[in-house]
């Protein structure tokens, strides 16, 4: 049975949606509680640890390349992880979420003027959906500014070049050493925080920021494994279970507020995100 799961890209893809489902109820747990930079330097030194023994077993080489893109991941997949922690302590997970969600559009965008790919005339009007979306979700003029819906948009920007730089990476490196580099990057640029804000954790705080490290890791693990049984853009689809799940823990635990206004820019955001790696499928 568990050969059998390990060989199904959508068995896979579904539990590791689910695992960094369980990661925001953690990470939104601790952001009112613990400095934004201690969280994730737990996460990422818990990465690191792990991932050490497994490059040296499988004997891959730590010796990345081209570094620039490996070290220009860690510093956009880190900036992206603190707007999202930022964004999850002042508004709604099922927000943030959303928001962040939005990195398919930015991606799209960042692909055509950093990598000269080609955009199509209906990759614009889904773009296009998206950005619309995200105005009616956030629609600025119906309440106070809050700084958590900058921070969740900032997140899923960031997470495009993110995205951006992985793709560059992967051309020339495994999915290990991408997330060890990751680890790495992300461990040096909290840690100066780090000394500046530490706060002790209670033994809660603490089986929290162990959740969250081991859950965000099993996550990266089962969706490398998935990758290899299905296309990147079928696997990117699967993934976003991640928000069906998370919004639904928003709901039950935090009681996070369902309105029409939340469905609708839900819906252009998320079907925008479809649209555009289902048109990546077919190119």
């Given amino acids: 049975m568990l050969t059998r799961l390990l060989s199904n890209g959508f068995r ?6 689910a695992f960094y489902a369980a990661s925001n109820v953690g990470l939104k747990l601790l952001a009112s509680a613990l400095p934004l930079a ?12 792990t991932l050490w023994p497994i490059l040296f077993a499988l004997k891959i080489s730590l010796k990345g390349q081209p570094l620039r893109f490996l070290i220009l991941r860690g510093v956009f997949g880190t900036a992206s992880f603190l707007c ?6 002042l508004i709604p997970l099922s927000l943030t979420m959303v928001l962040f969600y939005t990195f398919p559009i930015f ?3 960042a692909s055509h003027l950093l990598l000269g790919e080609r955009l199509h005339r209906r990759e614009f009007g889904l773009i296009a959906i998206g950005l619309v979306g995200t105005y009616i979700l956030i629609n600025p003029g119906s309440h106070p500014f809050n700084r958590g819906y900058l921070y969740g948009l900032l997140a ?7 995205m951006v730089t992985i793709r560059k990476a992967r051309e020339t490196n495994g999915p290990l050493i991408i997330y060890f580099y990751f680890c790495l990057v992300g461990g040096a640029v909290c840690s100066p925080f780090l000394l500046q804000n530490f706060r002790v954790p209670d033994y809660q705080q603490m089986g929290l920021l162990l959740g969250v490290g081991v859950s965000i890791l099993v996550g990266q693990i089962l ?5 290899k049984f299905c296309r990147a853009t079928e696997g990117s689809l699967f993934l976003m279970a991640e928000l069906v799940f998370a919004g639904i823990a928003g709901i039950v635990f935090f009681k996070d507020p369902v309105t029409v206004r ?4 839900a819906l252009l955001i998320i079907g925008s995100g479809l649209g ?7 190119t």
């Fill in 12 to 17: 896979l893809m579904i539990l590791a949606a």
């Fill in 156 to 162: 899923g920007v960031i997470g495009a070049l993110a």
């Fill in 38 to 49: 201690e969280i994730a330097f737990v996460r990422f030194l818990l990465g690191g640890i």
């Fill in 262 to 265: 939340f469905g609708v820019g």
């Fill in 276 to 282: 555009l790696n289902w048109m990546n499928r077919k």
């Fill in 107 to 109: 991606a799209a965008f």
């Fill in 223 to 227: 969706m490398s494994q998935g990758f």
């Fill in 84 to 89: 999202f922690i930022q964004s999850m302590s």
